[in-house]
């Protein structure tokens, strides 16, 4: 069973299901993806993800604004502690810093991270980052502001191998998109070759990134099988193997989810 690490369920194009997320997840289930995390990516968003959440066992929820969401409220540190309280929300995030897309001063980028990283400190769930061209921050304020006593995963990764090794020497690991499967992402493909898979999570970003052969569709949780069979080719492996011990990577990492919630629920949709 297969694991979607990343997705925006609430952001999904539901057309080709009727309208209903439910269609979209019984895809999914329907190619052995058993669970899908849906990330929050502001405030204003939080009661939809919680409630895809709620509503289906195998979802799971975080809470986080998301780093370029400039316009959205700012989250106070209690404000995320008291969100996620909650028992379907397992992490802190999506947060980070995008130097990439970002545009004049950033300071408010890295006052944001800051909160994000003392938050997930402080009630112990692990950190799921966004990251672009922002290699030296980025690392430097988890290491300044986490301490040591934060964990969690570089989504989505699309920077260099240094900066994949020292984030997985501080206890993160690397989430593999889509974009792996792009023809122009052959440096995202070498760090795939170099990381041990026990250091590895696949995920869609869905609906964006569609990976080959969907490029030009909107993503769903259920293309994350390609991610896992490109991974798999990178890596010399099965995807039978890819699976399963990206599985155990993602238990191991969200550890107030819980894996057994979903068998059933695949099975009997």
Same mark, same amino acid.
């Given at each position: 069973? %297969?694991?979607?690490?990343?997705? *925006?369920?609430?952001? &999904? ?6 309208? /209903? ?37 195998? =979802?799971?929820?975080?809470? #986080? @604004? ?39 001063? &950033? !300071?408010?980028? $890295? ?21 672009? #061209?922002?290699?030296? /921050?980025?690392? +430097? ?10 964990? +969690? =995963?570089? *989504?989505?990764?699309?920077?260099? &191998?240094?900066?994949?090794? !020292? ?10 998109? +889509? ?17 041990? %898979? /026990? ?16 490029? #030009?569709? $909107?993503?769903?949780? !259920?293309? =994350? =099988? ?15 193997? @890819? ?27």
């Amino acid at each position: 069973m %297969l694991i979607d690490s990343h997705c *925006h369920l609430d952001k &999904l194009d539901l057309a080709a299901h009727g309208g /209903d997320v439910n269609g979209a997840l019984q895809a999914a289930y329907a190619r052995q993806v058993s669970h899908v995390l849906c990330i929050g990516i502001n405030l204003e968003n939080m009661g939809d993800v919680i409630a895809l959440a709620e509503a289906h066992d195998p =979802v799971f929820a975080s809470v #986080g @604004v998301h780093p370029l969401y400039q316009e959205s409220r700012e989250p106070t540190c209690d404000e995320l502690l008291a969100i996620a309280a909650h028992p379907k929300v397992v992490a802190i995030g999506e947060t980070g810093l995008d130097y990439f897309y970002g545009e004049g001063d &950033l !300071q408010w980028q $890295k006052d944001r991270f800051i909160v994000h990283i003392e938050a997930a400190r402080e009630c112990q769930l692990p950190l799921i980052i966004h990251t672009r #061209g922002a290699k030296e /921050d980025t690392l +430097g304020y988890l290491r300044a502001y986490g301490g040591g006593a934060v964990n +969690g =995963v570089l *989504h989505c990764f699309t920077e260099d &191998l240094d900066m994949a090794k !020292q984030a997985v020497d501080m206890g993160f690991l690397i989430s593999i998109s +889509g974009i792996v499967t792009f023809r122009n992402a052959s440096a995202l493909r070498d760090v795939v070759k170099a990381l041990p %898979l /026990d250091r590895l999570l696949v995920e869609t970003d869905a609906p964006w990134l569609a990976p080959v052969p969907h490029r #030009g569709k $909107k993503n769903e949780p !259920q293309f =994350v =099988v390609e991610v896992a069979e490109k991974v798999a080719d990178l890596k010399g492996m099965t995807v039978a193997q @890819v699976a399963q011990q990206t599985s155990a990577n993602f238990f191991g990492l969200f550890q107030k989810a819980q894996p057994g919630v979903a068998r059933s629920e695949a099975q009997n949709g």
